[in-house]
């Protein structure tokens, strides 16, 4: 069992940064895929950004690439969001997630990822 806790969120002006963490717990963090959903007020669950297990390829969806990157810390079983240029488009709920085996063709899948936390809100004013 994985468990996740995100950090990070807050309210920031647009063009702004935030940084948001999400600390693993139980797990082999070396082997997951590890990824972030993000959820705007009144939508669905929609894919940002994967990393698959360490070492492997980073992913990311059309509207954050050259803004958002994600990394790992494996020393401290931490993933990060880096998210600069922010748009009020990016208000969101921000959901880490986790999951093993998860081919490329299901990485933009809620479904294909076991472990989710429970969400930090970021919102960006304009």
């Known amino acids: 069992q994985v468990e996740l806790a995100e950090s990070g969120g807050g309210l920031v002006q647009a063009g702004g940064s935030l940084r948001l963490s999400c600390s693993a717990s139980?797990?082999?963090?070396?082997?997951?895929?590890m990824g972030w959903f993000r959820q705007p007020p009144g939508k669905e669950r929609e894919f940002v950004a994967a990393?698959?297990?360490?070492?492997?390829?980073?992913h990311y969806t059309d509207s954050v690439k050259g803004r958002f990157t994600v990394s790992r810390d494996n020393a401290r079983n931490t993933f990060y969001l880096h998210a600069n240029g922010l748009k009020p488009e990016d208000t969101a709920v921000y959901y880490c997630?986790?999951?093993?085996?998860?081919?490329?063709?299901?990485?933009?899948?809620?479904?294909?990822?076991?472990?989710w936390g429970q969400g930090t809100q970021i919102s960006v004013s304009s």
């Open positions: 139980g797990g082999t963090f070396n082997s997951l895929t």
């Open positions: 997630v986790a999951g093993s085996g998860i081919i490329l063709s299901s990485l933009r899948l809620p479904s294909a990822y076991r472990y």
């Open positions: 990393s698959r297990r360490s070492g492997g390829t980073t």
